[in-house]
């Protein structure tokens, strides 16, 4: 009786804690609308730790724009993050787990209009890491 009790605490000190880490350089898979559409050559650089996730997005050059980035700072589960743009749109942002993957909704008021964007990233399986640059497991 005691090699099984052993080898079952063994087996949940072996199994990962809680939601997935999305840590590393993602590329986002963007489908061109159209034979004339330019996609941008665009990565997203995260760093989770617990609850705290920072996302910086790299925007690569294309045409005559040079390469680009910008870092945003969310906490998962807290409190919604409002900024404001330069043209002062006020955005509302709110992430939270859904199983396994990351609820991101973004609320943009306008001066004429509100909109709202939902987003789930989710890690694929590991035989699967096509769209994934880099990533801690």
């Not at 986002?28 to 650089?45: G, V």
């Not at 989770?48 to 700072?73: F, H, P, W």
Request: glycine share 6%; proline share 7%; aromatic share 8%.
């Amino acid at each position: 009786m005691r090699p099984l009790i052993l080898i079952l605490l063994l087996a949940c000190a072996a199994r990962p804690p809680g939601q997935p880490n999305f840590t590393g350089t993602w590329k986002q898979l963007e489908e061109p609308r159209s034979s004339q559409d330019r996609r941008f050559n665009t990565q997203n650089r995260l760093a989770q730790q617990e609850q705290k996730l920072s996302v910086t997005t790299i925007l690569g050059a294309n045409g005559d724009r040079q390469e680009s980035t910008y870092t945003r700072e969310y906490e998962v589960g807290g409190e919604p993050k409002v900024t404001t743009d330069r043209e002062g749109d006020q955005f509302t942002n709110i992430v939270r787990w859904e199983g396994d993957s990351l609820m991101f909704e973004t609320v943009k008021k306008e001066k004429s209009a509100t909109l709202t964007s939902p987003e789930v990233w989710t890690r694929p399986p590991p035989s699967d890491f096509g769209a994934i640059l880099d990533t801690a497991q």
